[in-house]
């Protein structure tokens, strides 16, 4: 499907925007469901973040949920998400850790 002038009125494109919007909505609303209202790393409660497993453009091929999926995020305050956000190894060893993956 086109988006474009010709669209109906009311229909908007998911732009990345929207998805990512919706994705943090969904995801308060999982942290709140599970009573995640702390960084799953170190327990603390100040300047808290969703933590992706993965890149923001892994998902961009992959079903909008992904990015709310409990199994590819974590509750993460900002100074342990910035220590993990660019050593892949690490956020696996933490993903697996936390998340039980294989």
Do not use: S
Not at 19 to 44: F, P, S
Not at 62 to 89: G, Q, S, V
């Amino acid at each position: 499907m086109k988006y474009g002038k010709a669209t109906q009125i009311g229909t908007k494109k998911p732009t990345r925007t929207r998805i990512n919007v919706k994705a943090n909505k969904e995801l308060d609303k999982l942290w709140k469901k599970k009573g995640i209202n702390y960084c799953e790393i170190c327990g603390g409660r100040f300047r808290l973040t969703n933590m992706h497993r993965h890149k923001r453009i892994w998902f961009y091929d992959k079903p909008n949920h992904y990015l709310w999926d409990y199994k590819y995020c974590i509750r993460a305050c900002l100074k342990c998400h910035m220590k993990l956000e660019h050593d892949k190894k690490e956020t696996e060893k933490m993903f697996k850790k936390l998340r039980r993956l294989v």
